[in-house]
């Protein structure tokens, strides 16, 4: 129904641009014929130390599945990243930091960041690390989570980026999964004008953490911290005393380059393994076709490095390419609403990339906070995390970019390193809400139930034929996991978990997850961990987790919750759940309805029948389709009328 509105490519992009119509369906159609030569070629764009002479062995199953790029290869990220700009622009600006305080910023030329990076890869020499050793990150949005991320990468020691909003416990549960011997942390965080106890976090983490033998604090706000003496170390002091001169380390391109905990369906984060040539191929070659990246343009992505966003289009992609990428610390609604754009006119920001759930809250607050700012420099508009609908879609383009900006809708996962479903903007009609084409060598495929694949205009499981060089290599730790999860449902195919139609003009429109995780504003949340975390709580004897449609969030988190036997409901004890959520996985898994359960319905055999409850929790209890397999149908009159979302 949205297919009415149409917005071609302004005259002037299709100028300018990398890429004009004709050029991407030329490009496209070699990326898919002749995979080899075409990545062959477009691998060069790193600083090889040994060339590749082997592009692409891959194999999706069923018998063996392995993913290799470039195999032959050797390179460093971080010397792709500062080393080899020196010369041409080792006094342009790389990182514009923004602090949460309007009135703090920086600018850090890449002559800087390499001397920076140079000397904590040093200082994290220092105090043991090693090629091949795991590196827990558990920063805010400060220029020393890049130099930190940088430095891991320069010795070849994995790191794993933890959000900074996740509690002790999964902070924990993820350095523990990857046997991390070093976590840098800062001693707090500021987001909004509150602080946020980061270093007391770790300190609670490490606990349970007996391998962690040194921790180091980045002072940001010089608040209070509790420190044990041998194992805490000062980042500044680190740094003050390392040589600036660090050579980085060979990597071949197949080495893990870093790790990133993602949830899934079943309780426990998996840890997404990503190596070092096809990653950094596929990160910088996206970020400049999609972004249309040209020699000055000032890039803004507002994700957190937290996320994969950050990783590929804050840090390794734009940095790959010799950007200037906008780091920010704060919130978009500090100290005002108009915060996004005030930016936007302070450092002359033209290509802007942000979330469909920003954009929702910031439409919320009307014109007046996005007029309050010119916006004259902005150029090009994305989306991502989650999928936009079209009035948030037409808000963004027509207020926030006066019309004139087109939007880059780009869907992709942490899985696939990098954006697989694109416009490219001076090559794609646009339609709002659709992610539009793939991105040169992604082969998308529907498939229905039984794997069958669909032809033209269809609607099914989203999955690749075929790999690309940014896609994750295993689960660190369980690559049975890995081939289990995204191989076997369809066998010989890469199964996203969404779902998605594609219209009479081969466009891609994401539906959903297909399975049982939720977007809650962009945020991957796996509902079997919300469960596990309220049966954690000794007053709770059973729990199903669904998503339901949040004017916001995209998805709310909707729990029913059966209590143990002589437990009375009450309102304190919602509030209480709701909290202890919040503490054991982090603000973002907080429910936000919580429905009492007497009972949950299931079939004979006792599995809980979901489908049930993401019917009541959408309201659209008048379909819940066929109950007669229920155990207890009764159960369901009861939830019905007790439900929470009218
Ligand atoms: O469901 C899709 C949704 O976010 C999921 C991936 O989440 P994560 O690994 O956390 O990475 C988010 C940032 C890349 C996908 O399976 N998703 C992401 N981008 C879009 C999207 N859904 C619709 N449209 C998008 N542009």
Known sequence: MFDVHNFPVPAEWAKRAWVDAAKYQEMYRRSIDDPEGFWAEHGKRLDWIKPYSKVKDCSFGPD????RWFEDGTLNASANCLDRHLEKRGDQTAIIWEGDNPKEDRKITYRELHEEVCRFANGLKSIGVKRGDRVTIYLPMIPEIAVAVLACARLGAPHSVVFGGFSPDSLAGRIVDCDSHYLITSDEG???????????????????????????????????????????VWYEDLVAKASPDCPPEEMN????????????????????????????????????????????????????????????????????????????EGVPNYPDA???????????????????????????????PVKAASRASLRLL??????????????????????????VDTWWQTETGGIMITPLPGATKLKPGSGTLPFFGVQPALVDGDGKILDG?????????????????????????????????????YFSGDGCRRDEDGYYWITGRVDDVINVSG???????????????????????????????????YA????????????????????????????????????????????????????????????QHGALGDISTLADPAVVDDLVENRQNR
């Not at 300190?203 to 349970?208: G, I, K, M, N, S």
């Not at 205009?457 to 890995?482: K, V, Y």
């Not at 959520?581 to 004979?604: C, H, S």
């Open 253 to 328: 391109a197949e080495d893990p380059l870093f790790l990133l905990y993602t949830s899934g369906s079943t309780g426990k984060p998996k840890g997404v393994l990503h190596t070092t040539g096809g990653y950094m191929v596929f990160a910088a070659m996206t970020h400049q076709y999609v972004f249309d990246y040209h020699d000055g343009d000032i890039y803004w992505c507002t994700a957190d490095v937290g996320w994969v966003t950050g990783h590929s289009y804050i840090l390794y992609g734009p940095l790959a390419n010799g950007a200037t990428t906008l780091m920010f």
């Open 338 to 368: 108009s915060r996004f754009w005030q930016v936007v006119d302070k450092h002359k920001v033209n290509i802007f990339y942000t979330a469909p759930t920003a954009i929702r809250a910031l439409m919320r607050e009307g014109e007046g």
């Open 523 to 557: 945020h991957r949340m796996g509902t079997a961990e919300v469960e596990s975390a309220l049966v954690a709580h000794d007053k709770v004897a059973e729990a199903a987790v669904v998503g339901y449609p949040h004017d916001i969030k995209g998805q709310g988190i």
């Open 560 to 619: 029913y919750v059966t209590l143990i036997a002589g437990e009375e409901p009450s309102d304190a004890l919602m509030a209480e759940l709701r909290k202890w959520v919040r503490k054991e996985i982090g603000p973002i898994a907080t429910p936000d309805l919580i429905q009492w359960a007497p009972g949950l319905p299931k079939t004979r055999s006792g599995k809980i029948m979901r489908r049930i409850l993401r019917k009541i929790a959408e309201n």
């Open 190 to 232: 500021v987001r909004g004008g509150r602080p946020i106890p980061l270093k007391a976090n770790a300190d609670t983490a490490l606990e349970r953490c007996p391998d962690v033998k040194k921790v180091v604090v980045v002072k940001r706000t010089g608040g209070k911290v509790d420190w044990v003496d041998g194992r805490d």
């Open 457 to 493: 205009a269809a609607d099914g499981n989203l999955c690749m034929l075929d790999s690309w060089p940014g896609q994750m290599r295993t689960i660190f730790g369980d690559h049975e996991r890995f081939v289990q999860t995204y191989f076997s449902t369809f066998p010989g195919k």
């Open 382 to 407: 994305g989306s991502v995390g989650e999928p936009i609908n079209p009035e948030a879609w037409l808000w963004y383009h027509e207020v926030v970019g006066d019309g004139r900006c087109p939007i």
């Open 64 to 67: 063996d599945v392995h993913i």
